[in-house]
């Protein structure tokens, strides 16, 4: 809810335009000017699993990325995808496919947290669950107290 002090910083900034309006503007001008030209690769971590790592040094707008987790996925991705947001600089993702995954979540956070110590600019070590457009936090506990990928 916009405080009468946002209204009228709106207001004064553009005429005519809602703090929403102002805000999907302002999420498509990063996107555009910051999020552009991103390396986008795929790192073998274990002979069956590979993390998508998406990174641009010194860029430190990538972890925004996690607002467009959908656009990284294939398509479908009905089970979502454990991601991290390690440094500013970096996304890791790993599209959920199979009960197998909760195996994996273990390795992933180990890759996160190295990828977090190491970092210029460190955000959070911390894994996620993205599904049906939410983060779910992900613990080792995570799969028996909240449920599992199926």
């Not at 207001?11 to 309006?21: D, I, Q, R």
């Not at 190491?118 to 996620?128: E, G, N």
Request: hydrophobic share 40%; aromatic share 8%.
């Amino acid at each position: 809810m916009a405080t009468d002090q946002t209204t009228a910083n709106v207001n004064a900034l553009a005429p005519g335009h809602s703090e929403s309006e102002l805000l999907q503007e302002a999420i498509g001008n990063t996107v555009r000017m910051e999020l552009g030209g991103l390396d986008d690769r795929e790192h073998e971590v274990t002979p069956m699993d590979r993390v998508r790592l998406i990174a641009k040094d010194n860029n430190s707008y990538v972890a925004t990325g996690l607002m467009l987790v959908h656009q990284f996925l294939p398509d479908p991705s009905p089970y979502g995808a454990f991601v991290a947001a390690p440094a500013g600089s970096v996304l890791l993702l790993y599209p959920v496919t199979s009960d197998r995954a909760v195996g994996f979540a273990a390795v992933f956070r180990q890759v996160a947290a190295a990828l977090f110590r190491d970092a210029p600019d460190p955000v959070c070590p911390a894994v996620y669950w993205w599904h049906d457009g939410c983060f779910t936090g992900w613990t080792s506990r995570t799969s028996t107290t909240r449920g599992h990928p199926e």
